[in-house]
């Protein structure tokens, strides 16, 4: 089993930037793709960004590409998600997770394992 601690959430205006930050721990972190997912309240959880187990990979949500970069660093165990030019509609809990079964993942069924997320709040 791998456990995720996701940190780097805040309050940010519009056009701002926040970096997120997901440490794992438990397993050998590159036998795991890696996401972010995001969720508002009575919405369901969407997919925002992938990285595969190597870091070659990556994979975005159209609402996000241009703006957000995902990487690793399978030395320091970690999985980031640099978010820049920040809209409102960004506000929504963030939420890394872990894959064990594929190289790269992009749909919610496809995680073995979740964080417990980050609040990212973005004003006008």
């Known amino acids: 089993q791998v456990q995720l601690q996701e940190s780097g959430g805040g309050l940010v205006q519009a056009g701002g930037s926040l970096r997120l930050s997901c440490a794992a721990s438990?397993?050998?972190?590159?036998?795991?793709?890696m996401g972010w997912f995001r969720q508002t309240p009575g919405q369901e959880r969407e997919f925002v960004s992938a990285?595969?187990?190597?870091?070659?990979?990556?994979n975005y949500a159209d609402s996000v590409k241009g703006r957000f970069t995902i990487s690793r660093d399978n030395a320091k165990n970690t999985v980031y998600l640099q978010m820049n030019s920040l809209k409102p509609e960004d506000t929504a809990v963030y939420y890394c997770?872990?894959?064990?079964?594929?190289?790269?993942?992009?749909?919610?069924?496809?995680?073995?394992?979740w964080g417990q997320g980050t609040q990212v709040t973005v004003s006008s």
């Open positions: 438990g397993r050998t972190f590159t036998n795991y793709a």
């Open positions: 990285i595969s187990r190597s870091g070659t990979s990556t």
């Open positions: 997770a872990a894959s064990s079964r594929y190289l790269i993942a992009t749909i919610k069924p496809w995680y073995d394992y």
